[in-house]
């Protein structure tokens, strides 16, 4: 077998891959990304919704200021390169309870929420009855499409390799890392939660948790945008809908757990008084770290390995300003976020 040099091996081609080596590329770097999809994967089963606002206390979504122009930059461009779209900016309808919440969504949009919060308070009547107020600058993703055409694009530039990555094969040497044939300067793990299995940053502590997502068929339900009380129902076209999500830290797998299902459907019936069937239901499982900030950088005594994981429930917003902060950090040796930055984690190395 011929010997392949690359400048970077990526591990993992969920969102954190793909946004990595698409940014790489475009500065110019040589890449292998490594994934087996059949592993697990969150980000296919994600609905993909950036929100810029945290409901529970009408809060702005960390550095939102600054990760919303990125976000809108990054994947606009990555369509112009992919050729097929997948950014929809959408309208997010929060649905209100009590009359206290309103209160404060008045009182949040005179202070510093006016650029996310709409400030007409609004009657919905279907697909039930409700006050509600419009988040604004949110939307989706369609991260199916998004990680498909990310995939053919490396396949066509001849930099994917459709395997299970195997740590025992991973050799770390004084000017870089070799894995099997090929030879490379440095390796960036994406692995999502599968990072418990890679030996050399499973000390970081992760707290994943396991959502269960459905679709859902309902021909009398007409909504265009992204309805929010207590769970997320996002049209797709054709009468579809994705409807989540469940928060579980107990059971880890990925397989579609029955009381998930319970649970949406128990939440949808409250929510929606038509008729609906459930098409799909699908299970993943969160790469949340304990502080709920993501992680990246070098390993403690093996610079050449790196992770770019821990983007949690907001992986659509997150990981393009943060792999172009990676990338300032490789190439320019930029300083990374302290609060993102893996050396936080280095005493209990
Ligand atoms: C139900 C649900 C709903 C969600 N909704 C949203 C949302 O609306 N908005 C949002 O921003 N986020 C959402 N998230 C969170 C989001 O999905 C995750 O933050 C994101 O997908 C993490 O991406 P990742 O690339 O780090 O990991 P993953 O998507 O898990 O990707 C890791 C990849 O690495 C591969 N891999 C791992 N180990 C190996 C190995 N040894 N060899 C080869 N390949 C390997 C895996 O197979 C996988 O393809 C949701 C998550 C769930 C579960």
């Not at 880890?252 to 239901?281: C, M, Q, R, W």
Request: aromatic share 8%; net charge neutral.
């Amino acid at each position: 077998m011929s010997v392949e040099t690359k400048d970077i091996i990526i591990v993992g081609q969920g969102i954190a891959g793909s946004v990595l080596a698409l940014e790489l590329i475009k500065r110019g770097k040589n890449i292998i990304v490594i994934d087996n999809a059949s592993l697990s994967t969150s980000s296919r089963v994600a609905a993909g919704i950036w929100n810029p606002v945290v409901f529970k206390r009408l809060t702005k979504s960390w550095m939102i200021d600054e990760l919303t122009p990125c976000l809108n930059e990054f994947y606009s461009s990555a369509e112009k390169i992919l050729g097929v779209k997948f950014l929809e900016e959408r309208k997010i309808a929060k649905l209100f309870t009590e009359e206290q919440e309103i209160n404060l969504w008045k009182k949040k949009v005179t202070e510093d929420m006016h650029d996310y919060l709409s400030e007409d308070i609004l009657e919905m009547h279907e697909p039930t009855s409700s006050k509600y107020a419009i988040v604004k600058q949110a939307g989706n993703l369609d991260t199916s499409v998004f990680l498909t055409a990310t995939s053919q694009c490396l396949k066509v530039k001849e930099s994917y390799l459709d395997e299970t990555f195997n740590h025992d094969e991973l050799k770390i040497n004084a000017s870089g890392v070799s894995y099997k044939n090929i030879l490379a300067a440095e390796i960036i793990f994406c692995e999502g939660h599968l990072v418990k299995n890679n030996p050399h940053f499973n000390y970081i502590p992760f707290k994943p948790a396991k959502g269960d997502v459905l679709t859902i068929s309902c021909k009398q339900l007409d909504i265009d945008f992204i309805l929010n009380k207590g769970m997320f129902i996002m049209p797709l076209g054709n009468h579809l809908f994705k409807c989540g999500a469940t928060y579980n830290w107990q059971d880890l797998t990925d397989v579609p757990n029955p009381a998930g299902k319970e649970e949406l459907v128990a939440k949808l019936k409250k929510l929606i008084s038509y008729e609906f069937e459930v098409i799909k239901h699908e299970a993943g499982v969160r790469p949340s770290v304990i502080d709920r900030r993501p992680v990246i950088g070098a390993h403690p005594t093996h610079s050449q390995l790196k992770i770019f994981n821990g983007l949690g429930t907001k992986a659509v917003m997150l990981a393009p300003f943060f792999a172009k902060q990676l990338c300032d950090y490789l190439m320019e040796g930029k300083e990374l976020n302290g609060e993102v930055d893996v050396k936080r984690f280095e005493r209990i190395y």
